[in-house]
């Protein structure tokens, strides 16, 4: 049987002429995408000289310091490793975006003397600092050295016990934001909204995705990172942000509501279809599955978790992006929720000081009664276990990964929960309940707190063991990528020329564009260098095939699609391994709780760069790439076949 790309048509259209729209009708054609961030500036070559000279002194001077810091003070290094990456950095890849930074590197690297200095003598003044003070931290997901920002009140004191509100800032779209300009403003401005009794959070978000993927993992790693220094209330918690951060802010409020005490988004967008055509000018053509992950991060799909979180929307009364919050009011009004929305008059994408005022005003309101940690009440839909917690109510299952899960439960005059496309669920209240009842039927006298749904009907107890999809193991690809994960270079020679030489550009472009996309280095070793370590505590993302790649030859066997040197079995038609290359993702089976990833990075591509609604995955669980098209800016070449896992990890359809 002959096989035709899932894909073909999808491909011959994206390189058509695209209509007119915000951003200029070349953001809409595959065949000439411009680079994101764009090429930097030239520089006179005395300053690259003195520059690059000061920053190899500089980590010279660090290194030597290292052995002789205490344990505090090394904890505390990162808050001048920021300083020398921003500068490296910029010089390494050519991200002066204005002559004048020259100016700002100068700065930074004074500044990270000034502080390493004060930490060879074990003190670290910025600590006590009021206003905006730059500091770091470091990834766990690829080693990586990132900045944030704290803007500290006035009446903050380091050794007062009082815990402090805080609000996150994500910021918007900035192709030229490198470390070096967000370093500058994080040294230089509070912010737009700074309130007296409380802490603001910038987050740098791994440059400009809108806290997705490896940016939200930047969140929660720069709150932890800020809770050592400053006392912070839980209950209390805000998340702000603004064009691109209101994106963020959609996505961080619906996705994590019951974490915070209240959510104002501003502008952005808050799904990917309705805001791409609107604002993108954009007929947007995805294929089945990519459809489905749309319901990762589209907010609109979850306007039910308004519920668990206050809301006060703003938009400028002329801007087009006010159509993500009618998006967002629309689809709370039919979940029976009305959506505080503040318009500013006559305005187009800034905040109107008259409505900005009224926009502090309701969430200082709503922060001054601050967040049930113990609601009454949780209602909740997700599409994936990566989102699985809200309230008092963990999933721990779903009968189907990518369609909507929903909970209603409540805990007043005994706990009774509704449940849809729920497997199994935790109840995470303080006590377990003398009595319940799930979706009408009665489970009395157990004091159970976990729950699974077998037959049609409820008990006391878990899933059954074995390998399953669950929280932080559910796919897809794009997930191994917001944790620890390791690059696993192929040694050996590949079945087949055409695969091997995909394999090696697909690697090294993945390489590149983590730098650029995710600001960091991504972690490589040869498939004879792995230890016990990394299968341990690492995602390993094998590239190669089962001749090139050691590691993956041992995994190949116990991964749900086989590849041989003849072919790749996906359950229906064999394709030729001479020219076809799997991309998946799995548990690793030698440590279930870490995936290990075949032939793929991040799966949105250069031509998703241009516009961040874009930035969503691009693949399922697996696919079959035939190499014989070559990749573009938006496919890692033609799909010829893709899905999704079931539940069990398994090729949908398999007994």
Known sequence: MKKLPILACVLALSTQPALLRADGPADNRVDSVRRVPPAG??????????????????????????PKLGKESLALLPDVLIFHKAVDWALRYDEFFNPKQTDTAVKLLATARERLAALKEGKAPWLEQKGAVARGYQSKIDGSIQPYGVVVPEAWAKD??????????????????????????RMNSKGDFTPADGLVLHTYGRYCNGQRFAGETD???????TKKNYAVDENRIVVRGFSLGGAACWHMAMNHASKWCAAAPGAGFSETEQFLN????????????????????????????????????????????????????????????ELTHIIGPKTAHAYEPGAKAEVIKRID????????PLPAEVHFVTHSLKYNEQGWIKLDALEEHWLPARVDATREGGVKVTTKNVAAFILTLPDAPEAL?????????????????????????????????????????????????????PTGVALHPKVGEWVQAEMKRAVTQWRQQFRGDVVIKDDTA?????????????WGDPASNRVLATVAPRLPIAWSGVDIQTGVDPFDSAHHA???????????????????GFTFREYDYLNNARQTPKLPDWAVIDVNSPPNSRYPGAIVAADFFDEKWQLKGKK
């Open 41 to 66: 500036v030239a520089i006179p070559d005395d300053k690259r000289v003195a520059l690059t000279a000061d920053v190899a002194a500089l980590m010279a001077e660090i290194e030597a310091a290292k």
């Open 160 to 185: 007062a016990p009082k815990p402090w509100r805080l609000d996150f800032w994500f910021h918007g779209r900035g192709e030229t934001l490198s470390e070096l300009d967000f370093l500058s403003q």
């Open 219 to 225: 969140a929660f790693e720069a709150l932890a990172a």
């Open 278 to 337: 609107f604002f993108q000018g954009e007929t947007v053509q995805p294929a089945a599955w990519e459809r489905k992950l749309w319901g990762l991060y589209d907010s609109t799909g979850h306007a039910l978790n308004l519920k668990m979180v206050p809301t006060v929307a703003y938009s400028g009364e002329i801007d087009k992006q006010r159509q993500a919050a009618e998006a967002m009011v629309t689809a709370a009004k039919a979940e029976g929720i």
């Open 365 to 372: 309101e709503i922060v001054a009664k601050g967040r049930n």
């Open 437 to 489: 009842e799930i979706d009408g039927q009665k489970i009395a006298g157990n004091k159970a707190k976990a729950f699974v749904k077998e037959g049609g009907q409820w008990r006391a107890g878990s899933p059954a063991a074995g390998v399953r999809k669950q929280h932080n193991l559910q796919g897809p690809i794009d997930d191994a990528f917001m944790d620890t994960f390791i690059f696993v270079r």
């Open 530 to 542: 792995l230890t016990q370590a990394d299968y341990k505590n690492a995602n390993l993302v094998l």
């Open 582 to 600: 799997l991309i998946c993702i799995a548990p690793n089976p030698f440590n279930p709780s870490k995936y290990v990833v075949v032939n793929s």
